[in-house]
């Protein structure tokens, strides 16, 4: 039986605030990749980035997820470049139902202006960057059990959408 929620999603794609509200409605923990890769290497993730490289990143990502896709009854709330790697989205499912959740770059983008711990974002137009992004990660994305579409939809609205396609919630 799956127990874990795993959400995915573009940065900005609200995984964390939905990942809060389920942890407020169901029974399970909630974990970030992104905390447990800041927690690890005792840095935040801009200073990974700056200092040893995406490469370096994707690797203790990948560590992380392996670890974190062995754990059971939680909610995972990813980095949106975890799909990157096949090998994460087959470990994530072992014992989880993975969530898609998308928005449209404009979305995306109005959701995160103004925020600077998105180290891929830091150039000079981060919505044409979003959208180019968008259109190489989507088929990656797609991998997920389900799409959830958030355009216009309330963080309740998501949250029991979400229970409801879960088994036995
Ligand atoms: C990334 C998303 C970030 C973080 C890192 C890289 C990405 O997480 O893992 O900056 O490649 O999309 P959030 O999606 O939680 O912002």
């Given at each position: 039986?799956?127990?874990?929620?795993?959400?995915?999603?573009?940065?900005?794609?609200?995984?964390?605030?939905?990942?809060?509200?389920?942890?407020?409605?169901?029974?399970?923990?909630?974990?970030?990749?992104?905390?447990?890769?800041e927690k690890r290497?005792?840095?935040?993730?801009?200073?990974?980035?700056?200092?040893?490289?995406?490469?370096?990143?994707?690797?203790?990502?990948?560590?992380?997820?392996?670890?974190?896709?062995?754990?059971?009854?939680?909610?995972?709330?990813?980095?949106?470049?975890?799909?990157?790697?096949?090998?994460?989205?087959?470990?994530?499912?072992?014992?989880?139902?993975?969530?898609?959740?998308?928005?449209?770059?404009?979305?995306?983008?109005?959701?995160?202006?103004?925020?600077?711990?998105?180290?891929?974002?830091?150039?000079?137009?981060?919505?044409?960057?979003?959208?180019?992004?968008?259109?190489?990660?989507?088929?990656?994305?797609?991998?997920?059990?389900?799409?959830?579409?958030?355009?216009?939809?309330?963080?309740?609205?998501?949250?029991?959408?979400?229970?409801?396609?879960?088994?036995?919630?």
């Open positions: 039986m799956k127990t874990n929620i795993i959400l995915t999603g573009f940065m900005g794609a609200g995984k964390s605030v939905i990942g809060k509200k389920l942890e407020a409605t169901c029974k399970k923990g909630l974990v970030s990749t992104d905390d447990l890769i290497e005792g840095r935040p993730i801009t200073a990974i980035f700056k200092d040893s490289g995406e490469p370096y990143f994707r690797k203790v990502e990948d560590e992380v997820t392996r670890e974190v896709s062995q754990q059971t009854n939680v909610i995972v709330d990813c980095g949106g470049g975890i799909v990157l790697n096949k090998d994460n989205v087959a470990n994530l499912k072992q014992n989880g139902v993975v969530f898609y959740l998308s928005a449209t770059p404009e979305q995306l983008f109005e959701r995160i202006k103004g925020e600077t711990h998105r180290p891929l974002l830091h150039v000079d137009n981060p919505l044409e960057k979003i959208r180019e992004l968008l259109k190489c990660r989507e088929p990656f994305y797609r991998q997920a059990d389900h799409t959830i579409d958030t355009s216009d939809k309330t963080v309740d609205d998501i949250a029991k959408e979400i229970i409801r396609l879960m088994p036995n919630e």
